[in-house]
């Protein structure tokens, strides 16, 4: 199980990576265990949700986080990079499913509207826990409405990922 924090990529459903959570045997320890992103098909009309809206909604159970080093857009037929301008990891918060059938556990990311960096890109994006607060979201200390904020402008850094060789220079 890869446990460093890497990019986030949202055209990667059914994919499995590493979540942090309340241990299910002792709720005073943090465990980190490997979950499928997206949730069971079977049980919703055969469709996997990967994201769950922010707003209106309260989280008592079941919160997670994915550590992620930064977190790809999907725009028409470009792909871009969001990541902090301070270089440092953030955490996705999320919910997690138990196992059901077949199918593993799995997670959901928890989005909120854009900040002003990535609106011009996409409407919603992953709600970030700073580190700081990664504890709070973890224990349920603090309410869902005291973390699950836009993030301030100027936090992230968008580039475009060619994914087509660039031609430098010509030949004859």
């Known amino acids: 199980m890869n446990s460093k924090a890497i990019p986030f990529d949202s055209d990667a459903l059914d994919s499995r990576r590493a979540i942090i959570r309340r241990s299910?045997?002792?709720?005073?320890?943090?465990?980190?265990?490997?979950a499928v992103w997206g949730?069971?098909?079977?049980?919703?009309?055969?469709v996997s949700y990967e994201f769950i809206r922010s707003e209106g909604r309260k989280?008592?159970?079941s919160r997670c986080l994915v550590a992620a080093s930064e977190f790809y857009i999907r725009n028409?037929?470009?792909k871009f990079r969001?990541?902090?301008k301070d270089g440092n990891f953030f955490y996705l918060a999320a919910v997690w499913e138990p196992p059901m059938g077949d199918r593993p556990v799995s997670y959901r990311i928890i989005t909120l509207d854009a900040n002003s960096d990535v609106i011009?890109?996409?409407a919603r994006h992953g709600a970030i826990i700073e580190?700081?607060?990664a504890q709070k979201w973890l224990d349920f200390s603090v309410p869902e409405e005291e973390l699950l904020l836009?993030?301030?402008?100027?936090?992230?850094?968008?580039?475009e990922i060619l994914t087509k060789p660039v031609q430098t220079s010509m030949a004859f």
Do not use: H, K, V
Request: net charge negative; glycine share 4%; proline share 9%.
């Open 24 to 34: 299910l045997d002792d709720a005073q320890e943090i465990e980190m265990i490997e």
């Open 150 to 159: 836009t993030p301030p402008a100027g936090i992230f850094l968008i580039e």
């Open 59 to 61: 989280f008592p159970a």
């Open 82 to 84: 969001a990541f902090r």
């Open 39 to 46: 949730s069971n098909p079977r049980f919703n009309d055969g």
């Open 120 to 122: 011009r890109y996409q």
């Open 76 to 78: 028409a037929d470009r």
């Open 131 to 133: 580190r700081r607060d």
